[in-house]
C-alpha cells in the first residue's frame, strides 16, 4: 500500500500539477462554399507570396512570337529567361538584367549589364561590364539559332563553349 502511494505521490511531482495543453485547432463554425473558398484564397496567397521567381513571372507574362522575324526585332520586342535572370535588350544597346527575389516588389535589376551589337540575323557580340579580372571572359560573338520555343545562343570559339537558352516573355520595361 506504502508502495503504490509512494509511486503515485512520484508520479504526480515528476509530471507537475498542470494539465496536458492540446494543439491549437481550426474550427469551422459554417461550410458555406463561399467562405471556405476566402479562407483557401488567403491561405495560398500567404503561402505563395515569397515564391515569387523569374520562372513565376515567365508563367504569367508568356508571349507567343514569331521566330522568323529578324533578330533586332526579336531582341527588342521581348525580354528573354534564362532561368537565372531576364534580359531586356534596350534600344541603346545595352542589355538589363532582372531578378526576382521572393516577390514582384524585390525585383533586383542591373541597368547596364552588358552592351550589344547585332552584328548579322545570325550573330550578336556582347561584352560584360564590370570585369576587369585578366582570367574573366568578357567580350562573347554569339552565333544565334531559333526554335519555336525560343533562342539558342552559342560561342565556340572559346573553351569551353559558352552557351545560353533564352526564352521569350513580356517585355519588362
Not at 534600344?91 to 527575389?101: A, L, V, Y
Amino acid at each position: 500500500m506504502k508502495r503504490r502511494l509512494l509511486i503515485g505521490l512520484g508520479m504526480f511531482f515528476l509530471t507537475g500539477c498542470s494539465g496536458v495543453k492540446e494543439p491549437d485547432v481550426i474550427t469551422v463554425t459554417s461550410n458555406d462554399p463561399a467562405e471556405v473558398r476566402k479562407i483557401i484564397a488567403e491561405d495560398q496567397a500567404e503561402s505563395t507570396k515569397d515564391d515569387y521567381l523569374n520562372h513565376t513571372y515567365m508563367e504569367e507574362n508568356p508571349v507567343k512570337f514569331d521566330p522568323q522575324q529578324d533578330l533586332a526585332t526579336l531582341l527588342l520586342s521581348y525580354s528573354w529567361n534564362n532561368e537565372s535572370y531576364i534580359f531586356t535588350f534596350k534600344p541603346d544597346s545595352k542589355i538589363r538584367t532582372t531578378m526576382f527575389r521572393g516577390s514582384k516588389e524585390q525585383r533586383w535589376d542591373t541597368e547596364n549589364f552588358a552592351n550589344y551589337q547585332v552584328i548579322d540575323d545570325t550573330t550578336v557580340k556582347y561584352h560584360i561590364n564590370g570585369n576587369f579580372r585578366a582570367n574573366v571572359m568578357n567580350d562573347y560573338t554569339l552565333t544565334v539559332k531559333r526554335s519555336a520555343e525560343g533562342l539558342q545562343l552559342e560561342d565556340a570559339t572559346v573553351n569551353p563553349p559558352y552557351r545560353m537558352e533564352l526564352s521569350p516573355v513580356k517585355r519588362l520595361d
